[in-house]
């Protein structure tokens, strides 16, 4: 499956109960939209899954998957991925962007020297973050996703320009900005 065509939009977080019902975390902005673009697909795109929420449930959703009736095939799925065919997911506005579409970018300063490459977009409770990695940078950076940290996002040129907060690129030990080694 390429990854262009295919958006992740949750993961089974394995069973719940033992009447093969499983725990699914949605990455969708409305969680329950989940359940309107399927059937969904693993990652490798050779199994496929047909899904109906039950209800809420602590951190996710409680799910019925057609053809998975006991606790040991709901286990057998934990940390399998759901991927929908882009096809089926809504347009978004010109300010706003799916995750996938962002790892992977080149990220440039405003100068337009290489900082690194998007590796990761994550969210802890408090906004989506970009983890930058480049050279310099060892295990990598975190930048807030705002508009004034990334004021510019091409994804037909696949590059985003970042303006981070100051001190942020700073190496503590060389005095220097760790975009410098870029």
Request: glycine share 12%; charged share 20%; net charge negative.
């Given at each position: 499956?390429?990854?262009?065509?295919?958006?992740?939009?949750?993961?089974?977080?394995?069973?719940?109960?033992?009447?093969?019902?499983?725990?699914?975390?949605?990455?969708?902005?409305?969680?329950?939209?989940?359940?309107?673009?399927?059937?969904?697909?693993d990652e490798a795109g050779g199994q496929s899954f047909d899904l109906t929420l039950t209800r809420p449930v602590k951190s996710g959703y409680a799910a019925r998957i057609k053809g998975v009736t006991s606790k040991d095939?709901?286990?057998?799925?934990?940390?399998?991925?759901?991927?929908?065919?882009?096809?089926?997911?809504?347009?978004?506005?010109?300010?706003?962007?799916?995750?996938?579409?962002?790892?992977?970018?080149?990220?440039?300063?405003?100068?337009?020297?290489?900082?690194?490459?998007?590796?990761?977009?994550?969210?802890?409770?408090?906004?989506?973050?970009?983890?930058?990695?480049?050279?310099?940078?060892?295990?990598?950076?975190?930048?807030?996703?705002?508009?004034?940290?990334?004021?510019?996002?091409?994804?037909?040129?696949?590059?985003?320009?970042?303006?981070?907060?100051?001190?942020?690129?700073?190496?503590?030990?060389?005095?220097?900005?760790?975009?410098?080694?870029?």
């Open positions: 499956m390429a990854k262009s065509d295919h958006v992740c939009v949750g993961a089974i977080a394995g069973a719940f109960g033992v009447r093969g019902e499983v725990r699914l975390k949605s990455f969708c902005a409305d969680p329950t939209d989940i359940a309107r673009y399927g059937p969904l697909a095939q709901a286990d057998a799925l934990r940390g399998t991925r759901l991927y929908a065919p882009r096809t089926a997911l809504p347009n978004l506005p010109d300010d706003e962007f799916y995750h996938a579409d962002l790892i992977g970018l080149t990220v440039v300063d405003t100068g337009g020297a290489i900082m690194g490459k998007v590796a990761a977009v994550l969210n802890h409770g408090a906004g989506d973050l970009l983890e930058i990695r480049g050279k310099g940078l060892g295990s990598g950076v975190l930048v807030p996703f705002t508009q004034a940290a990334v004021p510019t996002i091409d994804l037909t040129a696949k590059r985003l320009i970042l303006d981070p907060p100051d001190g942020l690129f700073e190496d503590p030990k060389a005095g220097a900005s760790a975009s410098d080694d870029a």
